[in-house]
């Protein structure tokens, strides 16, 4: 590193491969001083401008706000605060488009201002010196100061360099991009201001030595930094004009001849790179206790009648500035944020600046023409001759067009810094730099699905694995308390219950062995018990069906002395029918001989076995209760003939009842006849 200091001091140079020269069209801006754009009648303050996640909102619609106060919150890591860039009222927050060339939008903070203008509350520190590093880098981070070069990273979290020593600090005025000349009219005019920066960066990242890289076609700022430049160790470095040494590989190359390594970083070499924009805003930040609320911009372009720089608060609307510089719009006017090499043209006017934000372009169409339809590509290799990078663009196009990002990657495509110069020189005037970018963004989003697909992985990997150490520490925890237990019951009757229960019951096994069948239980009694049950339920439905359905004995004597079954039967069909002779007044009906009634019933039965059964045993009870009845009537013949002679009396009133009174008295007679010969 000491020679390489040596050889930097001596004066020498480098260069980077490839490279080209397009027209530079800055003196349209670069010859008139920075002026005060003004103050808009409102501002549209995106919560993000930076690369990196936006910071919670610390304000609410109806707040009034000071100039300078933070409207989002700062927090650790890539999280830098939005400002309010003049004293009004928070009147609205919501969506809004913003300044990116898919022309989405994002949550940004509406602003009114009140005229006045008034500041918050400062607090510079001109003795920063007496400041230690982290609160320096507390400092810069509570300003929002991003990268104003274009990549707006957070400035503090790259300074912080995760501890690695810088050996060279190097401030980027290689303003290189066609019409731009923000870098150029702020060293002429503020670089006492840009050497106490410088000296903060020093007092903060102890280099070895400072280079500052200029351009030789700004010489009017290359003597004022150098009448500025009264440090030993800070170098003012003139390189020659080509387009892109302003990237950060390539000015590094260009002032130290060393090359960044793919997927390396400069502050792995000890090497720190900070666009003079950015060094000017911290000095701001630190000694002034200015947040940074507003830029300098480049208005250029034909269409201006009055191009130039100018200081203006962030959040201005783009349309209010093109107006305030007297726009003199064409059909179908475009205007460019940007450069034409590496800037995109706004969806509308109604875009809010931001800290990106270097230079409004709207040239007329003589000026910068359109690009011509695209073309089948000659593979004339002009594109991999421009490459600053040192790549295969032809081949990077065809991969990417292709949606072969794995082969892209293959070829460095993240080496690409897109610049532009591969298009630029491109003969069929392919969008080389378009489809680079499609190709990176696809990359980018197919990793974080990859990604939120293995932090889910993980999430639930350590969900199984906790509910598994949960298990295992219950049943730890029963085994313990079951051995606790079992020690207690131990201690108190000498010896362990559970193990004697056990030793007990194997003793027993092999005392008295037995076979499977003398093990099995003997339900013998529980079997003829069932049974006795099932059979008195059967009893007692019987006699149930005896005591509610009167006895129909006449008709059916001779049958049931000869068969009690088929009695059974008879009995109750000549119930039946007396019981529909009754309902239809018919009594002749009811009185039904027992042979029809038998030979019905045996159909019923034989086609019924369960009404048979029913039958036969309801006709056993009958005959049972006929043989007790008969005897009362021979022991008393003279109350036989006395109820002969009452019951019909009786029964005249109800058809029914005559009928089986009737059916009795026959039974009766034929009884007794039959006794009588006996």
């Keep these: 590193m000491q020679s390489l200091l040596e050889r930097i001091k001596a004066g020498t140079l480098w260069d980077f491969h490839g490279g080209i020269h397009p027209p530079e069209n800055k003196e349209q801006s670069s010859l008139t001083p920075v002026v005060d754009a003004g103050l808009p009648p409102q501002l549209i303050i995106p919560v993000r401008q930076h690369a990196g996640p936006a910071g919670d909102l610390l304000v609410r619609v109806g707040d009034r706000v000071k100039k300078g106060q933070p409207l989002t919150r700062h927090e650790k890591g890539r999280i830098v605060p939005v400002h309010a860039s003049t004293s ?50 507390e400092r810069i981070q509570q300003a929002g100061i991003a990268g104003l070069g274009g990549a707006v990273f957070p400035t503090h979290s790259k300074l912080d360099g995760r501890g690695q020593l810088t050996e060279i600090l190097i401030v980027n005025g290689l303003e290189c991009e066609p019409y731009i000349t923000t870098d150029d009219r702020l060293m002429q005019e503020y670089a006492d201001e840009i050497m106490d920066g410088i000296r903060v960066l020093k007092h903060l990242l102890k280099p070895k030595l400072t280079l500052i890289g200029v351009e030789d076609n700004k010489p009017a700022a290359i003597g004022e930094l150098t009448r500025h430049a009264t440090d030993e160790d800070v170098l003012v470095k003139t390189v020659p004009t080509k387009y892109p040494s302003g990237g950060a590989k390539q000015t590094i190359e260009l002032l130290t001849g060393r090359q960044v390594p793919k997927g390396g970083r400069a502050v792995d070499m000890g090497i720190m790179v900070l666009n003079v924009a950015t060094v000017f805003a911290i000095k701001r930040a630190i000694i002034d206790g200015e947040p940074l609320i507003s830029r300098i911009v480049t208005l250029t372009g034909d269409a201006f009648k009055k191009p130039g720089n100018a200081w203006v608060l962030l959040g201005t609307p783009v349309r209010w500035l093109l107006q305030r510089f007297e726009l003199q719009p064409e059909a179908d006017q475009r205007v460019i944020m940007g450069g034409p090499m590496m800037g995109f043209t706004l969806p509308h006017a109604m875009v809010p600046v931001v800290k990106a934000t270097n230079c409004l372009l709207s040239p007329t169409r003589a000026e910068l023409p359109p690009p011509g339809p695209e073309q089948a590509c000659i593979r004339c290799s002009a594109c991999a001759d421009a490459c600053p990078a040192n790549l295969l663009p032809q081949e990077l196009y065809w991969y990417s067009r292709a949606k072969e990002y794995d082969k892209a990657e293959g070829l460095n495509l993240f080496d690409c810094i897109e610049c532009g110069a591969c298009a630029w020189v491109c003969p069929s005037e392919i969008p080389l730099v378009q489809y680079y970018k499609i190709a990176k963004d696809d990359i980018r989003e197919a990793r974080a699905e990859a990604e939120k697909a293995e932090r889910a992985k993980q999430r639930f990997e350590a969900k199984q694995a906790r509910f598994e150490r949960e298990k295992a520490a219950r049943e730890a925890r029963h085994a313990e308390a079951a051995a606790q237990r079992r020690q207690a019951m131990t201690a108190a009757g000498g010896e362990d219950p559970v193990a004697a229960a056990l030793a007990r019951l194997k003793a027993k096994q092999e005392a008295a062995p037995v076979g499977a069948s003398e093990l099995a239980p003997d339900n013998s009694a529980m079997i003829a018990a069932r049974e006795a049950r099932k059979q008195e339920a059967i009893a007692r439905r019987a006699a149930k069906a005896l005591d509610t359905a009167p006895a129909m004995p006449g008709d059916a004597t001779a049958t049931t002395e000869a068969d009690p079954k088929k009695a059974a039967i008879a009995a109750a069909l000549a119930r039946a029918k007396a019981k529909k002779a009754a309902q239809s007044g018919d009594t002749e009906a009811a009185q039904a001989t027992p042979a029809d009634a038998t030979a019905s019933t045996s159909a019923a039965a034989q086609s019924d076995p369960k009404k048979a059964a029913i039958a036969a045993a309801i006709a056993r009870a009958k005959a049972k209760k006929a043989q007790a009845v008969s005897e009362a009537d021979a022991t008393e013949p003279g109350a036989d003939s006395s109820a002969e002679t009452a019951e019909p009396t009786g029964a005249g009133d109800d058809p029914k009842k005559a009928a089986i009174a009737a059916a009795i008295a026959r039974a009766k007679a034929k009884k007794a006849a039959a006794q009588a010969q006996g």
């Design 88 to 137: 009004g009222t928070i009147t609205a927050i919501g969506h809004h488009t913003v300044a990116h060339p898919s022309g989405l939008d994002d949550l940004c903070i509406t602003l009114t201002p009140d005229g006045e203008d008034a500041w918050g509350e400062r607090k510079g520190q001109a003795d920063y010196w007496n400041l230690e590093r982290g609160e320096l880098l």
